[in-house]
């Protein structure tokens, strides 16, 4: 029997959303994690009577850079939380003279130039290997599409987003490296996010908002946080009737994931049974419990 998903949909505010408004049956509860704590109490409610679950990545009030979020406690915290789905709503800088500040893009690759986090739930005493080739899931960028196009919101499909480690925004030697690369965008979030969203089989795509052209544009003042700032409360109801529109279309039962996000660690797990370390597995529970369970 082929098996049916009741979807749950995962959203991750970044810079400048804290919130998600008119959620039916809203309450913020606190989802404890082994990994430590996520970022914020997760916000709980349904949307057209589709069950959603609101992360604000920074924390309400933006506390935590870039380098200190709890990359893992966050995914494990949703996954815990039951989503199947995550959308990540993020800010992000443009690299290309056709993406300005006020255009959304669904993006489908990274470059991870990220150092400093924790970037996988796996290591010694379990060992697993995920394939991110495909690191966003096309079905989540075919119904943000759709909803974005419905609502007539200048958007593009597919490109590339380039991870920094930040806190600092890039040089402009660095912007201009980036461009020639042929990256869309810049930000300093999505990975390891989008890595760990892959290793605990969950369906992950990105919205990458653009606020700014970074520092590379002759015409166009160096990006300021006040900058990125303005420009995303701008942008914030558009965001939200994505937001509106996409999770209804999300949220119909379904069949497994077309692309296999939800299976991807089938052929992941390397370490032999009688070599893998007890406290890690207990870890795992969430990640990984369909495979560790069997
Ligand atoms: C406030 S500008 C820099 C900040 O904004 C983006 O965060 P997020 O992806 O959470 O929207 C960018 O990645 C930086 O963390
Ligand atoms: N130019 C930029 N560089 C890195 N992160 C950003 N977030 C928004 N704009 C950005």
């Known amino acids: 029997m082929p098996e049916t998903v009741t979807p749950v949909i995962g959203l991750i505010g970044g810079s400048g959303l804290y919130d998600i408004e008119g959620l039916e049956d809203r309450e913020w509860r606190r989802v404890a994690t082994p990994w430590g704590d996520p970022s914020d109490e997760i916000l709980f409610g349904r949307l057209a009577g589709v069950p959603v679950r609101f992360l604000p990545r920074h924390g309400r009030g933006h506390p935590t850079p870039p380098s200190d979020l709890n990359y893992r406690a966050n995914i494990d915290a949703l996954k815990r939380a039951g989503c199947t789905d995550v959308i990540s709503l993020s800010a992000v800088g443009s690299l290309r ?52 196009r419905g609502l007539v919101l200048p958007v593009t499909r597919g490109g590339t987003y380039l991870v920094m480690e930040g806190p600092q925004f890039s040089t402009k030697a660095e912007s201009e490296l980036y461009r020639q690369w042929g990256c869309s965008v810049i930000g300093m979030t999505n990975m390891p996010e989008a890595k760990l969203a892959r290793e605990a089989e969950l369906c992950y795509a990105t919205v990458a908002m653009v606020t700014d052209f970074d520092c590379w544009h002759p015409d166009h003042d ?5 900058q990125v700032v303005k ?64």
């Open 231 to 294: 420009v995303l409360f701008g942008n914030a109801d558009k965001a939200k009737a994505l937001v509106k529109s996409v999770v209804p279309a999300l949220g119909a039962p379904r069949g497994l994931c077309p692309a296999g996000c939800d299976r991807a660690l089938d052929h992941a797990i390397i370490t032999a049974p009688e070599k893998r370390d007890p406290a890690l597995l207990a870890k795992l529970d969430a990640v990984a419990g369909r495979l560790l369970r069997a």
């Open 222 to 226: 160096h990006v300021t946080v006040d």
């Open 97 to 148: 003279e056709d993406l300005p500040p006020g255009h959304f893009v669904i993006v489908d690759q990274f470059i991870d130039r990220s150092f400093a986090r924790v970037k996988s739930f796996f290591g010694t005493g379990c060992v697993a290997h995920v394939s991110v080739a495909h690191p966003v899931c096309p079905r989540i960028g075919d119904a943000l599409e759709g909803a974005a």
